[in-house]
């Protein structure tokens, strides 16, 4: 019955296509009623969670369609293409997207690792991928719908609603998506930090041994377990993550050479190629015909 309570709050209070503030930092509510082809998008850490209708993501060439029955957690940045092919008056794209706060998510990453009796990964194991689909538990659904029924209140909302954001993350760590989240956030998150590093230099030159220097690993240690969070190899990631935050900018306005030089492009004329080679189209001809999401909607 919580699930059908939430999307009943959202369905209430969300009555045009796009993201409305619920009053938690981070947390959104969303609708889209318009079909929107997957177009080139940068995830961060972030949590979706829809209650009707379906959304889908495609990472390094791999669709993944989800909807009501499974939630996504994308603990670190990742280059994908998104979209809401399905949408449509009839049939809405409802949900919730709220951002992954790193400091929330290390401390409690941390106290269950550390907690008495806490079960802990053997090292050296398989490194989970960055970003994971998990089935609703009653853990989750609970402690979502109590973090949507603060937006009644703005005094439960300023009070409470730290402590209930808290508890959605928490019951994320122990659910499907823990061992993506805590290997992220948790003790051994060395991807994650370069990834965050990546994220934040775009317009600076990176190389495959600056990336394993930064977190102490040999280049041979380092590309192997890269390429087991993210499916990706380090130059496929960073070139990949270029280019969709520059397809971004270009969606909001940016001139094709203003958004090559904020990705770090030196060279228009390389970031034409390299635009084209990844997406069919010229930069140029991509922004004049691709259809962006809801502005702030992943």
Wanted: glycine fraction near 8%.
């Amino acid at each position: 019955m919580s699930r059908q309570e939430i999307q009943q709050l959202i369905d209430d209070r969300v009555t045009g296509d796009g993201l409305v503030d619920t009053g938690v930092p981070g947390v959104q509510l969303f609708r889209v009623t318009e079909a929107v082809r997957c177009t080139p998008a940068v995830y961060e850490p972030t949590l979706v969670a829809i209650v009707s209708g379906k959304k889908e993501a495609i990472i390094d060439g791999e669709s993944h369609v989800y909807d009501s029955s499974r939630y996504l957690c994308c603990a670190i940045s990742l280059p994908v293409e998104a979209g809401t092919p399905m949408a449509s008056p009839d049939d809405p794209l409802l949900g919730v997207q709220i951002t992954l706060d790193p400091k929330v998510m290390t401390e409690l990453a941390i106290e269950m690792e550390n907690a008495a009796g806490a079960i802990r990964e053997p090292r050296g194991g398989p490194i989970p991928q960055g970003f994971a689909l998990a089935h609703w538990d009653d853990a989750f659904t609970d402690a979502l719908l109590r973090l949507i029924q603060l937006g009644d209140d703005p005094t439960d909302t300023a009070v409470l609603g730290a402590s209930r954001l808290r508890e959605v993350y928490y019951a994320v760590l122990k659910g499907e998506a823990g061992a993506t989240a805590r290997r992220a956030f948790g003790v051994g998150n060395e991807i994650a930090r370069v990834i965050e590093h990546v994220s934040t230099h775009l317009d600076e030159s990176i190389t495959i041994d600056d990336m394993a220097a930064h977190v102490g690993m040999s280049r041979a240690v380092f590309h192997r377990k890269f390429k087991q969070a993210t499916t990706m190899s380090p130059i496929q990631f960073v070139k990949g993550i270029r280019l969709n935050n520059a397809a971004m900018r270009m969606a909001s306005g940016m001139t094709v050479n203003e958004a090559a030089t904020h990705v770090g492009y030196a060279s228009s004329s390389q970031f034409s190629r390299e635009f084209k080679r990844m997406y069919g189209q010229s930069p140029k001809q991509w922004s004049q015909t691709k259809q962006p999401l809801p502005a702030g909607l992943i």
